[in-house]
């Protein structure tokens, strides 16, 4: 079974600092897709970043980007420059076709403090 | 093109009584799912679904909740005789994916549910 593991239940940076989230998981399957995503205080889940297992080039959407290091199952999210405004809850999430259905499955969350 | 759409945004109610949780998904997705979310913790899985048919409810428990998505109108997670464990954020989330394509998962934003 496909599992998805972040071993930071909280972390804190400064603003306009750089900051990495891990994320690991565990699967047998060769094609699948990788997920971050974001809850602030409001409780909106919001897709920050998504990498594809079969490209081997990182995502990256402005201030986000990945490490994926697909041997290690690895999937780290960094932000540069944080800002005040990412203080959230962010959620590594792996997702995987079979015949048609698409299994979604998210880690525990980290919870983010970016401080002023 | 509107988000996804979930109602009420705050439901209370007294021991015994049922909930029903509604759920439109973005135009075009044709995949539901439905997380519970407890204060402080990630998301858990309950259900998938798609058009009339239950996919995976392998996280729903056996007793008191059912969900379905019919052909015409919203998805509906049911919760009969609730009990004060039942109170947290329940969250619906649809997906575009296909044969050709394969999607995140696009959030409503919750219905936090109350039982006094």
């Known amino acids: 079974a496909q599992t998805v593991t972040q071993s930071q239940p909280e972390m804190s940076v400064q603003e306009a600092e750089t900051v990495t989230l891990s994320c690991t998981y565990d699967t047998s399957e060769n094609n699948y897709y990788l997920f971050w995503y974001k809850q602030p205080p409001s409780r909106q889940m919001i897709l920050v970043i998504r990498?594809?297992?079969?490209?081997?080039q990182n995502a990256t959407e402005n201030r986000f980007s990945v490490n994926f290091q697909k041997a290690a199952k690895s999937f780290s999210l960094k932000i540069s420059d944080s800002q005040l405004g990412d203080t959230a809850m962010y959620f590594c999430a792996f997702m995987m076709a079979n015949a048609g259905t698409y299994k979604y499955i998210f880690g525990t969350g980290t919870r983010l403090k970016v401080l002023a | 093109n509107a988000g996804v759409m979930q109602n009420p945004r705050h439901l209370v109610r007294r021991r015994g009584q049922e909930a029903r949780l509604r759920c439109s998904p973005m135009?075009?997705?044709?995949?539901v799912y439905w997380y519970r979310q407890l204060p402080e913790e990630g998301l858990k899985f309950m259900v998938y679904?798609?058009?009339?048919?239950?996919?995976?409810e392998s996280g729903m428990p056996k007793e008191r909740f059912s969900a379905e998505f019919p052909k015409e109108g919203p998805s509906i997670l049911r919760i009969q005789q609730v009990v004060r464990g039942d109170s947290a954020a329940y969250f619906c989330?649809?997906?575009?994916?296909?044969?050709?394509?394969?999607?995140?998962?696009?959030f409503g934003n919750g219905t936090r549910l109350t039982v006094t």
């Open positions: 989330a649809s997906s575009l994916n296909s044969g050709t394509e394969n999607s995140p998962l696009h």
């Open positions: 135009k075009g997705h044709s995949h």
């Open positions: 990498q594809e297992a079969y490209k081997q």
């Open positions: 679904l798609q058009k009339e048919n239950i996919i995976d």
